[in-house]
């Protein structure tokens, strides 16, 4: 069974830093592009950053500088270095991906539980 899980999140003072992971993990033949999202309750969902399966990264302008998308490949995970955090920034962060599975585990669009991130001093 394909699934994503997220870590890293939590409480931080403005101006903190905080990692986010995202590991993949089951039958998994390959991985798409990768991305973070953030949603804050009563507000549509924000693609924060993406990064393709050759390192080509995207992010929304609002955290561009202070913010870094990665990925292993080899350990099927991403990710969402943040640094200067805002207030602003408090969400609760999913990962995404497009996941191709090997035998019977289902090819397709998959999303982790989210991690909240809490900026707040």
């Known amino acids: 069974q394909v699934q994503l899980v997220e870590s890293g999140g939590g409480l931080v003072q403005p101006g903190g830093s905080l990692r986010l992971s995202c590991a993949a993990s089951?039958?998994?033949?390959?991985?798409?592009?990768m991305v973070w999202y953030r949603q804050v309750p009563g507000k549509q969902r924000e693609l924060v950053a993406s990064i393709s399966s050759e390192g080509i990264t995207n992010y929304v302008d609002s955290v561009k500088g202070r913010f870094t998308i990665s990925r292993d490949n080899a350990k099927n995970t991403v990710y969402l270095q943040m640094n200067s955090l805002k207030p602003e920034d408090t969400a609760l962060y999913y990962c995404n991906a497009f996941i191709r599975a090997r035998g019977s585990s289902r090819s397709g669009d998959y999303w982790g539980q989210g991690t909240q991130v809490t900026v707040s001093s």
């Open positions: 089951g039958s998994i033949f390959s991985i798409n592009t």
